[in-house]
């Protein structure tokens, strides 16, 4: 009952792949599929959830679907601004960035805010934006020991990506700020501020 659609390189993470699979996603969502349910993306694929078993009929009008992708570009997504309070209590692992990059924690602070991220993907828990654009000095793994509590609004980095916990959880990535928006509320529509292709800029606050 889940068909799985590929595109591009996994280990990529590149711009144009993303591209590619947010013009998928608009197009099955703008003309649906029969029996398809719901459409997943993440960073170089889709799943296809299915109310009934996948057969060839099923799977040739997703073919079909596909094939009027040639050339197709995506609809920009928004900007959206969002206010940090970088270090301290709400950035507990900024010095620790800073030391694994070789940089003073407010150079951290300049190279995060100063890059625009794009909305890769949603998952982990309702509403976790995975960013994509993190420069490339500011990589570094995740947690050997994940905390049992990362409070919510916790902005993060883990490996080449960025993100931000809407809710209260467990978590390994690095905690550099926090923010004071709300990314998830299930009485709004939609629930998650933040949508697939949306671009993300940090703005530090006092």
Known sequence: RVLLVEV???????????????????????RPVRGIIDVVPAYNTIALHATVPLGDEVVGEVRQRLAELVGAAPTPGRLVDVPVRYGGVDGPDLEEVAAHAGLSPS?????????????????????????????ERLAIPRRTSPRTHVPAGSVAIGGRQTGIYPLASPGGWRLIGRTRLSLFNPAQDPPTLLALGDRVRFVPEG
């Open 8 to 30: 591009g390189d996994p280990a990529a993470m590149d711009p144009d792949t993303r591209a590619r699979v947010r013009a998928v996603v608009e197009l099955l969502r703008r």
């Open 107 to 135: 150079d951290v602070i300049t190279l995060h805010a100063g890059a625009v991220y794009e909305v890769a993907m949603v998952g982990f828990s309702p509403g976790f934006p995975y960013l994509a654009g993190l420069p």
